[in-house]
């Protein structure tokens, strides 16, 4: 059995994960502004999707930097 199998899985698909999850905010801005008609959804989706994929991607560094220090290989 793996110890710390969330680290290992935050290593593996950190990256893919913080690109799904900016992509669907900036989606669910575009299609709230598509049904709202409303060019303000798609700006503050677009911007929240930046915003959440540098946090989630700083995030990923950092356990992957914690995991190559203090984890046996």
Known sequence: ???YPM??????????FAVLVAAAAA???IYFAVAQ???VHAL???A?????????KS???LVTIIADMMLPK
């Not at 680290?7 to 893919?16: E, F, K, P």
């Not at 929240?48 to 989630?56: K, Q, R, T």
């Open 1 to 3: 059995m793996s110890t």
């Open 7 to 16: 680290v290992h899985a935050v290593v593996r698909h950190g990256n893919l």
């Open 27 to 29: 989606a669910f801005g």
């Open 37 to 39: 008609a409303s060019v």
């Open 44 to 46: 503050i989706g677009v």
């Open 48 to 56: 929240a999707g930046g915003v959440l994929y540098v946090l989630l």
């Open 59 to 61: 995030y990923v560094e």
